[in-house]
Structure formats: structure tokens, C-alpha cells
């Protein structure tokens, strides 16, 4: 079963809120990475996060990497409709990239 | 540079067939893994391939099996098909391991 798990499942927003995923392990991660999946098509990589409490940004999307290297989030500013897809984390557990849950974010004007 | 490639795009069987899904890597990547994702859920690991030798192995029962062939390309095969196999089958390279995925476009396979 999953070993990776995201919270929320679904969540829609109006465009321009913010909305925010959350990935945890029970396990210490060596990494973790984030993908999106846009409706009807599949996944794209967005960005990888390695060291403990690392931070990335791309424009409106921030990317955190908990202190404890169990949890992560991302988090988009100012949502726009581009943003719609399933976001998924993904880690290394027991040398098979294991996918999280996903989160689906639906946003309307 | 074309990304990873898959065929076909969509396919309908009937239970108790089989089907070959194929899958390209991008040039340069020697490691091809392939997923199972069910309607609503995350990408589950089915194989990984590097330099043609199987690396990993996941919770699939032995009807599923896979090889790679010396240009790197892979294929995924399914045998006598159960309703429970319909699936979108993605196939990902990477330069090897566990690293970033680059995702191909899916093969849907529908079992009647």
C-alpha cells in the first residue's frame, strides 16, 4: 500500500487563493520530488528537494523539505487555472520510487 | 530532443488476452521504469530496468513481466488479463535509480 501520503485528496479554490499540498513518510527520506498531472495526460517532474529544511521556489510554487526529512509541502501563490492537475510526491523507499496519494487541485475563475 | 515515447496510446482487450506495451527512452537514459496508475490514484511501481538487467520489482503478481533490450527500450507484458489490469501504463527513463522520472505519454489499456 501507499507508503506516502498526502493530504487533502481534492481541493478547489477560486482563482488568484493560495493553496497548499502536504506529502509525509513515517520514514526518513533521503529525497523527495514533486510531480503535476495535468487531467488526461502524465506526470511531470517539478523539482526534487534533498537536504534537510531545504526551500525552493519556482515563481509562484514553494517547496519545503521537512527539518526531519519525513515531510514536505508545496505551496502555490495566487492560483490561476494553468495550475489544475494532481500533485504528487514521489521518494525513494526500499530502492522503488513510491508515489504519494496526490493531491487534485481544481481552481475556478 | 524527443522525450520517452510509448505505443500504443490506447489499446481495448478482453479478459484472459495478453498485451505488449512498448516504451522508448529518452537518448542517453539506460534506466526505463514502468507504472501502473489506476483511475484516481498515484503512479504504483511495477519494474525497473537498468542496462537491461531488472533492478526492482514491485507488488505485481507474476502475470507481469518485462525486459530491455540492448538500445534501451523496454517492453511490459501482461498476461491472462483481468478486468482489475485496466490501467493508464506510463513508462519513465531516467539516468538511473530512483532519480527524476521522465514520464512518457501512457499507454490506456481498457479489459473488457
Known amino acids: 500500500g501507499q507508503q506516502v501520503m498526502q493530504i487533502p485528496q481534492y481541493q478547489h479554490v477560486q482563482e488568484g487563493e493560495d493553496f497548499t499540498t502536504y506529502c509525509n513518510s513515517s520514514t526518513t527520506l533521503s529525497n523527495i520530488q514533486w510531480y503535476k498531472q495535468r487531467p488526461g495526460g502524465h506526470p511531470v517532474f517539478l523539482i526534487q528537494l534533498v537536504k534537510s529544511g531545504e526551500v525552493k521556489k519556482q515563481k509562484r510554487l514553494t517547496f519545503q523539505f521537512g527539518e526531519a526529512k519525513k515531510n514536505s509541502s508545496l505551496h502555490i501563490t495566487a492560483t490561476q487555472t494553468t495550475d489544475v492537475g494532481t500533485y504528487f510526491c514521489a521518494a525513494p523507499l526500499y530502492d522503488k520510487l513510491t508515489f504519494g496519494t496526490g493531491t487534485r487541485l481544481q481552481v475556478t475563475l | 530532443d524527443a522525450g520517452v515515447t510509448q505505443s500504443p496510446t490506447h489499446l481495448i482487450k478482453t479478459r484472459g488476452q495478453h498485451v505488449t506495451l512498448r516504451c522508448s527512452p529518452i537518448?542517453?537514459?539506460?534506466?526505463v521504469s514502468w507504472y501502473q496508475q489506476v483511475l484516481g490514484q498515484g503512479p504504483q511501481f511495477i519494474f525497473q530496468y537498468y542496462e537491461k538487467e531488472e533492478r526492482g520489482r514491485g507488488n505485481f503478481p507474476d502475470r507481469f513481466s518485462a525486459r530491455q533490450f540492448p538500445n534501451y527500450s523496454s517492453e511490459l507484458n501482461v498476461n491472462a488479463l483481468l478486468l482489475g489490469d485496466s490501467a493508464l501504463y506510463l513508462c519513465?527513463?531516467?539516468?538511473?535509480?530512483?532519480?527524476?522520472?521522465?514520464f512518457g505519454p501512457g499507454t490506456r489499456l481498457l479489459v473488457l
Open positions: 537518448s542517453g537514459h539506460k534506466s
Open positions: 519513465a527513463s531516467s539516468l538511473g535509480g530512483t532519480e527524476t522520472q521522465y
